[in-house]
């Protein structure tokens, strides 16, 4: 079973940086991939997708803030998030995508994502 483990989590003041790794226990090299994060009291939402040759889409609320990458020798999904806010707070999630369709926040886009990895800014 495939398996997508994050890390990098952690809590930071606002304006501050993270960068979220995440482990695929499979080949990732052919499949768009991406983040979703979820905070408390509302809906898990795609914040980042990433196509297989390294092209990125971003939820409106982190364009230029957020950067999204991949490793596929490594199989390994980044996200570096600069100048977090509080709003950034939530429960982040590394994340396989079904098809390559042009990038939605709805959680249905995605088919399989981790455990998570807390991310916590605080004004």
């Known amino acids: 079973q495939a398996q997508l483990v994050e890390s990098g989590g952690g809590s930071v003041q606002a304006g501050g940086s993270l960068t979220l790794s995440c482990s695929a226990s499979?080949?990732?090299?052919?499949?768009?991939m991406g983040w979703l994060r979820q905070a408390p009291g509302k809906e898990r939402e795609g914040v980042a997708a990433?196509?297989?040759?390294?092209?990125?889409d971003y939820v409106d609320s982190v364009k230029g803030r957020f950067t999204v990458s991949r490793n596929n020798i490594r199989n390994m999904l980044y996200l570096q998030m600069n100048d977090l806010k509080p709003e950034d707070s939530a429960v982040y999630y590394c994340?396989?995508?079904?098809?390559?369709?042009?990038?939605?926040?709805?959680?249905?886009?995605?088919?399989?994502w981790g455990q998570g990895t807390q991310v916590t800014v605080s004004s």
């Open positions: 990433i196509y297989p040759g390294g092209s990125s």
């Open positions: 994340a396989k995508r079904p098809t390559c369709a042009s990038f939605s926040t709805r959680v249905e886009s995605f088919d399989s």
């Open positions: 499979f080949s990732i090299s052919n499949y768009c």
